[in-house]
Protein backbone atom coordinates (compact mmCIF):
# COMPACT_ATOMS: atom_id res chain seq x y z
CA UNK A 1 0.00 0.00 0.00
CA UNK A 2 1.19 3.38 -0.84
CA UNK A 3 2.12 6.35 1.88
CA UNK A 4 -0.49 8.91 1.34
CA UNK A 5 2.48 11.17 -0.29
CA UNK A 6 3.06 8.78 -3.37
CA UNK A 7 -0.62 8.19 -3.38
CA UNK A 8 -1.05 12.43 -4.00
CA UNK A 9 1.80 12.89 -5.83
CA UNK A 10 0.35 11.99 -9.32
CA UNK A 11 -2.46 14.85 -8.71
CA UNK A 12 -0.29 17.21 -6.66
CA UNK A 13 1.66 17.22 -10.25
CA UNK A 14 -0.91 17.60 -12.18
CA UNK A 15 -2.19 20.51 -10.37
CA UNK A 16 1.02 21.87 -10.50
CA UNK A 17 1.86 21.38 -14.44
CA UNK A 18 -1.39 23.47 -15.03
CA UNK A 19 0.06 26.16 -12.51
CA UNK A 20 2.83 26.51 -14.48
CA UNK A 21 1.58 26.51 -17.72
CA UNK A 22 -0.76 29.23 -16.45
CA UNK A 23 1.86 31.75 -16.45
CA UNK A 24 3.01 31.88 -19.90
CA UNK A 25 -0.30 32.02 -20.91
CA UNK A 26 -1.31 34.82 -18.51
CA UNK A 27 1.17 36.24 -19.90
CA UNK A 28 0.49 36.19 -23.25
CA UNK A 29 -2.91 37.37 -22.91
CA UNK A 30 -1.65 40.24 -20.58
CA UNK A 31 0.82 41.40 -23.74
CA UNK A 32 -2.16 41.55 -25.92
CA UNK A 33 -4.50 43.40 -23.56
CA UNK A 34 -1.76 46.17 -22.83
CA UNK A 35 -1.05 46.57 -26.60
CA UNK A 36 -4.42 46.93 -27.39
CA UNK A 37 -4.54 49.88 -24.82
CA UNK A 38 -1.66 51.34 -27.08
CA UNK A 39 1.58 50.03 -24.24
CA UNK A 40 4.29 48.37 -24.60
CA UNK A 41 4.01 44.99 -23.21
CA UNK A 42 7.98 45.17 -22.53
CA UNK A 43 9.54 45.03 -18.97
CA UNK A 44 5.43 44.93 -17.58
CA UNK A 45 3.84 42.76 -14.96
CA UNK A 46 1.00 41.13 -16.91
CA UNK A 47 -2.56 42.44 -15.77
CA UNK A 48 -4.26 39.04 -16.21
CA UNK A 49 -3.29 36.60 -12.99
CA UNK A 50 -2.09 32.97 -13.25
CA UNK A 51 -4.27 31.80 -10.83
CA UNK A 52 -7.51 32.44 -12.59
CA UNK A 53 -5.77 31.09 -15.78
CA UNK A 54 -4.62 27.72 -13.98
CA UNK A 55 -8.47 27.31 -13.02
CA UNK A 56 -9.77 27.53 -16.47
CA UNK A 57 -6.91 25.07 -17.96
CA UNK A 58 -8.48 23.08 -14.74
CA UNK A 59 -11.67 23.07 -15.71
CA UNK A 60 -11.00 22.15 -19.55
CA UNK A 61 -9.21 19.23 -18.83
CA UNK A 62 -11.87 18.31 -16.15
CA UNK A 63 -14.96 18.65 -18.77
CA UNK A 64 -12.63 17.77 -22.20
CA UNK A 65 -10.36 14.39 -21.47
CA UNK A 66 -11.71 14.54 -17.07
CA UNK A 67 -9.84 13.74 -14.36
CA UNK A 68 -8.68 10.25 -13.86
CA UNK A 69 -9.55 8.78 -10.29
CA UNK A 70 -5.73 8.29 -9.30
CA UNK A 71 -5.16 12.21 -9.01
CA UNK A 72 -7.84 12.58 -6.60
CA UNK A 73 -5.61 12.35 -3.55
CA UNK A 74 -3.32 14.89 -4.74
CA UNK A 75 -5.71 17.74 -6.31
CA UNK A 76 -7.74 17.51 -3.14
CA UNK A 77 -4.03 17.68 -1.21
CA UNK A 78 -3.02 21.18 -3.97
CA UNK A 79 -6.45 22.14 -3.01
CA UNK A 80 -6.36 22.26 0.74
CA UNK A 81 -2.58 22.82 1.47
CA UNK A 82 -1.31 24.42 -1.23
CA UNK A 83 -4.02 26.75 -1.07
CA UNK A 84 -3.17 27.60 2.67
CA UNK A 85 0.42 27.73 2.18
CA UNK A 86 0.00 30.57 -1.03
CA UNK A 87 -1.72 32.72 1.17
CA UNK A 88 0.77 32.37 4.04
CA UNK A 89 3.34 33.61 1.30
CA UNK A 90 0.65 36.73 0.32
CA UNK A 91 1.56 37.98 3.71
CA UNK A 92 4.85 38.92 1.77
CA UNK A 93 3.41 41.85 -0.33
CA UNK A 94 1.77 43.74 2.25
CA UNK A 95 3.62 46.42 4.67
CA UNK A 96 2.41 48.85 7.04
CA UNK A 97 4.80 50.84 5.93
CA UNK A 98 2.85 51.17 2.12
CA UNK A 99 -0.69 51.57 3.62
CA UNK A 100 0.49 54.53 5.61
CA UNK A 101 1.42 56.56 2.62
CA UNK A 102 -2.49 56.61 1.63
CA UNK A 103 -2.77 58.74 4.63
CA UNK A 104 -4.92 59.22 7.94
CA UNK A 105 -7.71 60.04 5.94
CA UNK A 106 -7.35 57.91 3.20
CA UNK A 107 -6.85 54.55 5.55
CA UNK A 108 -10.39 54.88 6.47
CA UNK A 109 -12.08 55.38 3.51
CA UNK A 110 -10.48 52.13 2.48
CA UNK A 111 -11.47 50.63 5.92
CA UNK A 112 -15.26 51.69 5.11
CA UNK A 113 -15.32 50.95 1.48
CA UNK A 114 -14.38 47.44 2.35
CA UNK A 115 -17.38 47.16 5.26
CA UNK A 116 -19.99 48.54 3.08
CA UNK A 117 -19.28 46.05 0.34
CA UNK A 118 -19.16 43.18 2.86
CA UNK A 119 -22.61 44.34 4.24
CA UNK A 120 -24.04 44.95 0.64
CA UNK A 121 -22.84 41.79 -0.87
CA UNK A 122 -24.29 39.70 2.05
CA UNK A 123 -27.70 41.64 1.90
CA UNK A 124 -28.04 41.68 -2.23
CA UNK A 125 -27.22 37.48 -1.94
CA UNK A 126 -30.32 36.96 0.51
CA UNK A 127 -32.18 39.73 -1.28
CA UNK A 128 -31.70 37.29 -4.50
CA UNK A 129 -32.27 33.68 -2.69
CA UNK A 130 -28.60 32.77 -2.96
CA UNK A 131 -26.71 30.49 -0.69
CA UNK A 132 -25.54 31.86 2.76
CA UNK A 133 -22.15 30.49 1.25
CA UNK A 134 -22.02 31.89 -1.81
CA UNK A 135 -22.89 35.55 -0.08
CA UNK A 136 -20.04 35.11 1.94
CA UNK A 137 -17.86 34.33 -1.25
CA UNK A 138 -19.21 37.10 -2.80
CA UNK A 139 -18.76 39.58 0.37
CA UNK A 140 -14.66 38.64 0.70
CA UNK A 141 -14.28 39.01 -3.22
CA UNK A 142 -15.68 41.85 -3.51
CA UNK A 143 -14.71 43.84 -1.06
CA UNK A 144 -11.05 42.23 -0.14
CA UNK A 145 -8.65 41.28 -2.93
CA UNK A 146 -10.71 38.56 -5.24
CA UNK A 147 -9.70 35.19 -5.81
CA UNK A 148 -6.92 35.29 -2.65
CA UNK A 149 -9.93 36.17 -0.61
CA UNK A 150 -12.28 33.58 -1.92
CA UNK A 151 -9.82 31.06 -1.00
CA UNK A 152 -9.01 32.61 2.47
CA UNK A 153 -12.37 32.35 3.31
CA UNK A 154 -13.82 29.65 1.83
CA UNK A 155 -12.30 26.79 4.20
CA UNK A 156 -13.99 28.42 7.60
CA UNK A 157 -17.18 28.46 5.94
CA UNK A 158 -17.13 24.67 4.36
CA UNK A 159 -17.90 26.48 0.66
CA UNK A 160 -17.21 23.41 -1.70
CA UNK A 161 -15.51 23.17 -5.33
CA UNK A 162 -18.29 24.61 -7.22
CA UNK A 163 -18.87 27.68 -5.13
CA UNK A 164 -15.61 28.17 -5.06
CA UNK A 165 -15.33 27.80 -8.93
CA UNK A 166 -18.70 29.82 -9.48
CA UNK A 167 -16.78 32.88 -7.59
CA UNK A 168 -13.51 32.66 -8.84
CA UNK A 169 -15.54 32.79 -12.59
CA UNK A 170 -17.42 36.15 -11.34
CA UNK A 171 -14.03 37.85 -10.44
CA UNK A 172 -12.42 37.06 -13.15
CA UNK A 173 -15.33 38.32 -15.53
CA UNK A 174 -16.33 41.33 -13.53
CA UNK A 175 -12.49 41.99 -12.72
CA UNK A 176 -11.65 42.07 -16.41
CA UNK A 177 -14.42 44.37 -17.55
CA UNK A 178 -13.75 46.76 -14.81
CA UNK A 179 -10.12 46.49 -15.67
CA UNK A 180 -10.92 47.39 -18.93
CA UNK A 181 -13.58 49.88 -18.72
CA UNK A 182 -13.14 52.01 -15.72
CA UNK A 183 -9.87 53.91 -16.52
CA UNK A 184 -11.61 55.29 -18.82
CA UNK A 185 -15.04 56.15 -17.04
CA UNK A 186 -12.46 57.83 -14.33
CA UNK A 187 -10.70 59.65 -16.81
CA UNK A 188 -14.21 61.29 -17.59
CA UNK A 189 -14.89 61.95 -13.81
CA UNK A 190 -11.67 62.54 -12.54
CA UNK A 191 -9.54 64.35 -14.89
CA UNK A 192 -8.46 67.09 -13.17
CA UNK A 193 -7.88 64.91 -10.07
CA UNK A 194 -5.55 61.65 -10.44
CA UNK A 195 -6.17 61.19 -6.24
CA UNK A 196 -9.46 60.70 -7.04
CA UNK A 197 -9.21 58.41 -10.22
CA UNK A 198 -6.31 56.19 -8.02
CA UNK A 199 -8.59 55.61 -5.26
CA UNK A 200 -11.50 54.48 -7.70
CA UNK A 201 -9.33 52.21 -9.55
CA UNK A 202 -8.08 50.50 -6.18
CA UNK A 203 -10.92 50.39 -4.25
CA UNK A 204 -13.87 49.44 -7.71
CA UNK A 205 -12.03 46.69 -9.04
CA UNK A 206 -11.91 43.25 -7.82
CA UNK A 207 -8.09 40.94 -7.89
CA UNK A 208 -4.64 42.37 -7.55
CA UNK A 209 -3.50 42.42 -10.92
CA UNK A 210 -6.60 43.71 -12.18
CA UNK A 211 -6.56 46.64 -10.11
CA UNK A 212 -2.38 46.96 -11.34
CA UNK A 213 -3.86 46.24 -14.88
CA UNK A 214 -5.69 49.28 -14.86
CA UNK A 215 -3.99 51.61 -12.94
CA UNK A 216 -1.18 51.30 -15.26
CA UNK A 217 -3.45 51.92 -18.29
CA UNK A 218 -4.18 54.85 -17.08
CA UNK A 219 -1.04 56.31 -15.90
CA UNK A 220 0.37 56.01 -19.07
CA UNK A 221 -2.55 56.29 -21.14
CA UNK A 222 -3.25 59.41 -19.49
CA UNK A 223 0.15 60.69 -17.93
CA UNK A 224 -1.18 60.38 -14.17
CA UNK A 225 1.60 58.25 -12.13
CA UNK A 226 -0.03 59.77 -8.95
CA UNK A 227 -3.06 57.77 -10.14
CA UNK A 228 -1.13 54.32 -10.13
CA UNK A 229 0.28 55.56 -6.68
CA UNK A 230 -2.73 55.75 -5.02
CA UNK A 231 -4.62 52.77 -6.42
CA UNK A 232 -1.80 50.27 -5.69
CA UNK A 233 -1.67 51.77 -1.63
CA UNK A 234 -5.13 51.51 -1.97
CA UNK A 235 -5.38 47.82 -3.00
CA UNK A 236 -2.80 47.11 -0.73
CA UNK A 237 -4.64 48.71 2.38
CA UNK A 238 -7.89 46.58 1.06
CA UNK A 239 -5.99 43.77 1.07
CA UNK A 240 -4.32 44.14 4.45
CA UNK A 241 -7.99 43.68 5.84
CA UNK A 242 -7.84 39.82 4.82
CA UNK A 243 -6.41 39.30 8.53
CA UNK A 244 -9.95 41.27 10.08
CA UNK A 245 -12.66 40.07 7.66
CA UNK A 246 -11.77 36.37 7.30
CA UNK A 247 -12.04 35.69 11.02
CA UNK A 248 -15.07 38.19 10.80
CA UNK A 249 -17.23 36.83 7.85
CA UNK A 250 -16.38 32.81 9.57
CA UNK A 251 -17.97 34.20 12.78
CA UNK A 252 -20.32 35.49 11.15
CA UNK A 253 -21.62 32.52 9.05
CA UNK A 254 -21.16 29.87 11.97
CA UNK A 255 -23.49 32.33 14.21
CA UNK A 256 -25.82 32.34 11.32
CA UNK A 257 -25.72 28.27 11.60
CA UNK A 258 -25.92 28.42 15.18
CA UNK A 259 -22.66 26.49 15.19
CA UNK A 260 -20.30 27.03 17.57
CA UNK A 261 -16.20 27.71 16.71
CA UNK A 262 -13.42 27.86 18.82
CA UNK A 263 -10.53 30.62 18.21
CA UNK A 264 -8.28 28.43 16.42
CA UNK A 265 -11.34 28.43 13.53
CA UNK A 266 -12.09 31.61 13.84
CA UNK A 267 -7.75 32.14 13.30
CA UNK A 268 -6.84 29.34 11.57
CA UNK A 269 -3.20 28.77 11.24
CA UNK A 270 -2.74 30.14 7.47
CA UNK A 271 -4.63 33.73 8.36
CA UNK A 272 -1.68 34.23 11.20
CA UNK A 273 1.34 32.89 8.93
CA UNK A 274 -0.03 35.52 6.64
CA UNK A 275 -0.21 38.01 8.99
CA UNK A 276 3.33 37.29 10.47
CA UNK A 277 4.97 37.36 7.12
CA UNK A 278 3.27 40.88 6.57
CA UNK A 279 4.70 42.05 10.10
CA UNK A 280 8.08 40.19 8.55
CA UNK A 281 7.93 42.74 5.39
CA UNK A 282 6.95 45.88 7.18
CA UNK A 283 9.97 45.00 9.74
CA UNK A 284 12.17 44.35 7.01
CA UNK A 285 10.74 47.79 5.22
CA UNK A 286 11.27 50.12 8.32
CA UNK A 287 15.23 48.53 8.39
CA UNK A 288 15.63 49.59 4.61
CA UNK A 289 13.69 53.29 5.27
CA UNK A 290 16.21 54.01 8.38
CA UNK A 291 19.14 53.63 6.38
CA UNK A 292 19.78 49.88 7.62
CA UNK A 293 19.40 46.87 6.30
CA UNK A 294 16.28 44.70 5.85
CA UNK A 295 15.71 42.26 8.66
CA UNK A 296 19.33 42.78 9.67
CA UNK A 297 20.55 40.65 6.40
CA UNK A 298 19.31 42.31 3.03
CA UNK A 299 20.45 45.53 1.25
CA UNK A 300 17.84 46.90 -0.75
CA UNK A 301 18.13 44.95 -4.20
CA UNK A 302 18.79 41.22 -1.97
CA UNK A 303 15.44 42.51 -0.10
CA UNK A 304 13.72 42.67 -3.31
CA UNK A 305 14.91 39.40 -4.80
CA UNK A 306 13.34 37.72 -1.53
CA UNK A 307 10.03 39.49 -1.66
CA UNK A 308 10.29 38.55 -5.93
CA UNK A 309 10.69 34.73 -5.05
CA UNK A 310 8.78 34.16 -2.31
CA UNK A 311 5.72 36.83 -2.16
CA UNK A 312 5.32 37.21 -5.75
CA UNK A 313 6.19 33.97 -7.48
CA UNK A 314 6.06 31.65 -4.76
CA UNK A 315 2.86 33.20 -3.48
CA UNK A 316 1.16 33.18 -7.31
CA UNK A 317 2.44 29.50 -7.81
CA UNK A 318 1.10 28.16 -4.81
CA UNK A 319 -2.37 30.00 -5.31
CA UNK A 320 -2.25 28.61 -8.96
CA UNK A 321 -1.85 25.10 -8.55
CA UNK A 322 -4.95 25.29 -5.49
CA UNK A 323 -6.91 27.01 -8.05
CA UNK A 324 -5.66 24.47 -11.16
CA UNK A 325 -7.19 21.50 -8.53
CA UNK A 326 -10.48 23.26 -8.45
CA UNK A 327 -10.48 23.18 -12.07
CA UNK A 328 -9.66 19.35 -12.25
CA UNK A 329 -12.50 18.73 -9.47
CA UNK A 330 -14.89 20.47 -11.04
CA UNK A 331 -17.70 19.75 -13.68
CA UNK A 332 -19.27 22.56 -15.58
CA UNK A 333 -22.85 20.77 -15.42
CA UNK A 334 -22.75 21.03 -11.74
CA UNK A 335 -21.91 24.71 -11.88
CA UNK A 336 -25.24 25.25 -14.20
CA UNK A 337 -26.78 23.12 -11.26
CA UNK A 338 -26.15 26.60 -9.27
CA UNK A 339 -28.52 28.39 -11.61
CA UNK A 340 -27.80 32.07 -12.74
CA UNK A 341 -28.50 33.57 -9.31
CA UNK A 342 -24.56 33.14 -8.28
CA UNK A 343 -24.10 35.22 -11.45
CA UNK A 344 -26.32 37.99 -11.21
CA UNK A 345 -25.24 38.53 -7.11
CA UNK A 346 -22.05 38.87 -8.36
CA UNK A 347 -22.62 41.45 -11.19
CA UNK A 348 -25.16 43.26 -8.54
CA UNK A 349 -22.38 43.23 -6.18
CA UNK A 350 -19.70 44.71 -8.22
CA UNK A 351 -21.83 47.27 -9.46
CA UNK A 352 -23.05 48.37 -6.00
CA UNK A 353 -19.50 48.87 -4.59
CA UNK A 354 -18.07 50.66 -7.58
CA UNK A 355 -20.97 53.18 -7.06
CA UNK A 356 -19.79 53.73 -3.71
CA UNK A 357 -16.17 53.80 -4.53
CA UNK A 358 -16.78 56.45 -7.24
CA UNK A 359 -19.02 58.41 -4.53
CA UNK A 360 -16.20 58.30 -2.30
CA UNK A 361 -13.09 58.61 -4.44
CA UNK A 362 -14.91 62.05 -5.88
CA UNK A 363 -14.88 63.03 -1.90
CA UNK A 364 -11.91 61.70 -0.71
CA UNK A 365 -9.82 61.04 -3.83
CA UNK A 366 -8.57 65.32 -4.51
CA UNK A 367 -7.27 65.07 -0.59
CA UNK A 368 -4.92 61.83 -1.41
CA UNK A 369 -2.47 64.19 -4.04
CA UNK A 370 0.68 65.02 -2.94
CA UNK A 371 0.55 68.83 -2.31
Same mark, same amino acid.
Given at each position: ?11 ? =?? +??? %? ?5 ? $?? @?? /? #?? *? ?84 ? =?? +??? %? ?5 ? $?? @?? /? #?? *? ?103 ? *? ?103 ? *? ?24
Amino acid at each position: MPSPLLRALPGL =VA +ALV %LALLAQP $VA @AG /L #GS *LLLSARGLDPLGRASPVSAIPVAVLLGLLVANTVGTPTRLAPGVDLAVKKVLRLGIILVGLKLSLVDVLKIGALGVPMVVLLVVFA =VV +AAR %LLARGMG $VS @AR /L #GV *LAAASTAICGITATLAVAPGINADDREVAYTVANVTLFGLVAMLSYPFLAHALFADSPGAAGLFLGTAIHDTSQVMGAAIAYSEVYGEPVAMQVATVAKLTRNSL *LVAVVPALTWMSAREGAKRQSLGQLFPTFVLGFLALAAVRTVGDLGLAQGGRALGLFEVEGWKEVLRVLGDKGATLALATALAGVGLSTRLSVLRGLGPRPFFLG *LAAALVVGLASLVLSAWVGPLLEPR
